[in-house]
């Protein structure tokens, strides 16, 4: 298989490549994450394009056509309203406050760059996955002993499904680790079928 490279500096997705064995490198990409779309799936499809094509075009022609480049963005969304990584506590809290008690999506959007041998253009694929998370209540005290804690600061939606917050998680419906950062599943499947169809032509 190429080598892929993980344009993202998440210790969770780091971990979710490394729970399946996967070959990987890790360089961050450091763009500005801005686009001009507030639909959810656009925004982490077109943020995850940007991340990935950011090191791609960092790489020499020869290490191009040796990897695969994977971006990744996630967001959490109520009625479409998105929510990134909080900006301080106060604004850990309010987030909290507003998914508390009700169910909210996750959205994770992957992009994979690739080069093919003899052609000019790079490949690119990218897909999004959506969960559906529901919380139970949570008192402004549990709030805010969980903000304490530190876990919100890093995570879209001011929370981590895979850490203390677990406590507060009432029904999942679509895929897990979606959630976490990684549609790992889903991109081990398409990154099996780029490499068949590498080995095929």
Known sequence: MNKMILASASP???ELLEQIGMAFEVMP???EEKTASHVPYEVVMELSGMKAM????KLSLEEREQVIVAGADTVVAVKEQIMG???DRKN?????SLLQGKT???YTGVT???QKEKEKQPSKLSFYEKTEVSMYPMSMQEICSYVDTG?????????GIQGKCAAFIKEIRGDYYNVVGLPIGRLYQEIKKINDEGRKS
């Open 12 to 14: 969770r997705r780091r």
């Open 29 to 31: 990409s450091d763009i």
């Open 54 to 57: 950011d090191i791609f075009e």
């Open 85 to 87: 990584k909080p900006s």
């Open 92 to 96: 850990a809290e309010e987030m909290l």
């Open 104 to 106: 909210h999506q996750v």
């Open 112 to 114: 994979l760059i690739w």
């Open 151 to 159: 876990e919100p600061m890093d995570k879209a939606g001011a929370y």
